[in-house]
């Protein structure tokens, strides 16, 4: 099984099924989707499902009424055996509210909002009990309200596949948007599915190559907006090519830098016969008219970027593929001259993977970035935030947008937050808020030119607007900071957590017995967390998540001295995030642990004028790594205290293992102030890490705007 929720209620896995090769093909089906989605419609990916015999709403979430928080897609659901479409049968039909498909649902952002009382959804609409014959099946919107039925007889085993609009998904994770697009629990799109992604390239991600018709001839399937596969036939220069991605063989950029230019005398090639693996050739080389050299569209631009050790280096740039059976997703990395893969899940996830190679690095290579437009150039982003001329600041927002903003605002900052910000940036927030309702409905260039008003309220990092020299990045910190204390204030905590409650605000971290807060251990470099670990992690994150347990595995941090970015003081971004570190009783000063400025995390007035210091001027260094670093310098922790202490900071101290224990847990919201200690280049540091990329390193990031806990 994949993922078990409930106690069992209901089980998923995402193994490959060879068998399902004849419905991806049938044209019917694909006419039908894209007829109802548009002409560029793909296949997500899929999944099987079994639901227990017999469960509850209360053990089964997906027995509530509810939309999906995707807004419109398909899903086509496949039976295993007969399902009796009455409920009183104990088959587990699903129920279905006629017409709810074209509901403009309030948020798509948590859990509270997606689901429905069955009285409302009665009154409102005609429900429809579907069930069917073994082989059958149905397909439908799951924006519509819809459920299972937990309670039954039976067990209940579906195949379900997944449908998008191919632009929908890349520009939502792009965003970084708390919306399930793809769902994370499905097997994603295969070699095998490549016959669905035959739509135009500039419109599909995950177009194979024109003339690509056999199984063998198709190269992987990929999902940044911005890839392509060009045909590069024998004797085919890369200027006649298009724009493929190219890799200078003399060395990696410098640490932290973004590595293009004109020297660059390589490309990455796929070739039937290294499937499912990418070469790198030099000019010239490439061998045979059924070759590929990896590119980008127009407007796009390729970028390989150093990752140092124990970072996460998957986001919505990241150029990505699905491999063959069993290897599932994974970037393209670039590590001593040779390519290789980083799995988005699994053990291995984050970690370069070459061919052949004993070991998995997990830092030090450079990872495949394709960025969009909005994102290509941050010098102009820059440029043109300052730019901001008086025709865009005259689209103003409407009046019910308006107000419903002055009206978020006012039911969350207090007078003295409006003092705060007033000394700081010397704007009165009733004048700050004027500015921004009459900006609202300009759009933001490097956020797909969303309106203002939206914009701000997304968890996109940083802004660049001419506004920021106002406050406008400050307010967002403040609105987030406050509707966080909110939501943490409604939750029903443990008492445990409870407990840990004034330390976690004041200080900005936690140090535990890691004993207490796991339930087994696979063996010595594998551990998974109880429910007492999420009770603490949902305080901290003010959120329902986590949902299933914590898995964490061993991960080696080598030291490389000061030019890791990471040694760089810096914030991870504007709102609260929360993390997971396990240091062995070993750990000490000399081994370059987490270094925090105590506190930080919270918006004190010496934080905000450190911060309007950095942020006000939309400078390119902060839109071009929105991790904003303490000063233009990136000065490790230990070399920063003097200007620490000046900005009325607290210097930056090590966060140790708790004496007596053999290992401690280390939670930390990583919206302060921080960094990794400095160390002997080349020594090694272990921890446990929490396993897999769809964490974020501790806690999934939520939008820090959503009015709910989820």
């Not at 209360?58 to 399902?83: C, M, P, Q, S, T």
């Not at 970690?351 to 010098?379: E, H, I, N, Q, S």
């Not at 760089?568 to 000490?588: E, Q």
Request: aromatic share 6%; proline share 6%; glycine share 10%.
């Amino acid at each position: 099984m994949t993922s078990v929720a409930a106690n069992g209620a209901s089980m998923a896995t995402r193994v490959p099924l060879e068998a399902l090769a004849p419905l991806l093909a049938n044209t019917s089906v694909i006419a039908a989707v894209r007829a109802y989605l548009g002409p560029d419609a793909l296949l997500d990916g899929y999944k099987a499902v079994r639901l227990a015999p017999t469960a509850s709403e209360a053990e089964n979430i997906a027995g509530l009424w509810h939309n999906d928080r995707a807004g419109n897609r398909l899903k086509l659901f496949v039976r295993l055996h007969d399902v009796d479409p009455r409920p009183e049968a104990g088959g587990h039909p699903t129920l279905v509210a006629r017409g709810s498909h074209g509901l403009l649902q309030w948020s798509v952002e948590g859990y509270e909002h997606s689901r429905y009382h069955d009285a409302m959804v009665r009154s409102e609409f005609t429900v429809a009990a579907i069930g069917g014959g073994a082989g059958s099946g149905f397909i439908f919107d799951t924006n519509t309200i819809h459920r299972a039925v937990p309670e039954g007889r039976l067990g209940r085993t579906v195949i379900v596949l997944e449908f998008h609009a191919a632009a929908k998904c890349p520009v939502v994770q792009q965003l970084d948007l708390p919306i399930p697009c793809p769902s994370g629990d499905q097997r994603l799109l295969s070699l095998l599915e490549k016959q669905l992604a035959a739509t135009e390239p500039n419109l599909a991600p995950r177009a194979a190559a024109a003339g690509a018709d056999a199984e063998g001839d198709a190269p992987p399937s990929g999902g940044n907006a911005c890839t392509r596969w060009l045909a590069l036939p024998d004797g085919e220069t890369a200027a006649s090519a298009g724009s493929p991605v190219r890799v200078a063989r003399r060395g990696a950029a410098p640490l932290g830098e973004w590595a293009t230019g004109p020297s660059e005398d390589s490309l990455v090639v796929w070739t039937p016969a290294s499937s499912p693996e990418l070469s790198l050739l030099a000019l010239g080389e490439v061998p045979g008219t059924s070759a590929r050299a990896l590119g980008v569209a127009e407007g796009c631009r390729w970028a390989w970027r150093h990752y140092s050790f124990d970072v996460m280096p998957m986001d919505g740039n990241t150029a990505w593929f699905d491999g063959a059976a069993g290897q599932g997703r994974a970037g393209v990395c670039l590590l001593d001259g040779q390519l290789g893969r980083v799995p988005f899940d699994g053990e291995y996830a984050g970690g370069c993977v070459l061919p052949g190679a004993a070991a998995t690095a997990f830092g030090g290579f450079d990872m495949l970035l394709a960025l969009p437009p909005a994102a290509a150039d941050a010098a102009n982003a820059a440029a043109n935030a300052a730019a901001v001329g008086a025709a865009d600041a005259a689209i103003a927002a409407t009046a019910a947008d308006a107000a419903s903003f002055r009206a978020l605002v006012g039911a969350h900052l207090t007078a003295a937050d409006a003092a705060t910000l007033q000394s700081v940036t010397g704007v009165p927030l009733a004048a700050l808020l004027d500015a921004v309702v009459a900006a609202g409905a300009a759009p933001v260039d490097s956020l797909s030119r969303t309106p203002l008003l939206e914009a701000l309220l997304t968890p996109a990092r940083f802004l660049p607007h001419a506004l920021n020299a106002q406050g406008l990045h400050l307010l967002r910190v403040l609105l987030a900071e406050r509707m966080g204390d909110a939501r943490r204030a409604a939750q029903s905590s443990s008492a445990e957590a409870a407990a840990l409650r004034e330390a976690w605000v004041r200080d900005g971290y936690l140090r535990l017995d890691f004993a207490r807060y796991v339930s087994s251990a696979g063996d010595a470099t594998h551990f998974v967390g109880n429910e007492r670990l999420n009770e603490v992690l949902r305080m901290a994150s003010a959120s329902e998540l986590p949902q299933h347990a914590v898995r964490f595995v061993e991960r080696e941090v080598t030291h490389m001295g000061p030019a890791d970015p990471q040694c760089a003081l810096h914030l991870d971004t504007f709102h609260s995030v929360v993390k997971l570190w396990v240091y062995g009783a070993n750990v000490s000063v000399a081994h370059g642990p987490l270094h925090v400025v105590r506190g930080s995390h919270r918006s004190s007035a010496a934080k905000l004028a450190w911060l309007f210091s950095r942020t006000r001027a939309n400078s390119a260094a902060v839109i071009k790594e929105p991790s904003i670093r303490f000063d233009e310098r990136e000065s490790a922790g230990v070399h920063a205290a003097e200007a620490l202490e000046a900005a009325g900071l607290p210097h930056a101290t090590p966060v140790l293992p708790l004496p007596g224990v053999a290992r401690t847990l280390v939670v930390a919201d990583t919206s302060g102030l921080h960094c990794r200690g400095l160390a002997t280049p080349g020594l090694s540091r272990r921890a446990l890490r929490p396993m897999g990329a769809d964490n974020d390193g501790g806690v999934k990031r939520s939008n820090p705007f959503r009015r709910s806990s989820s």
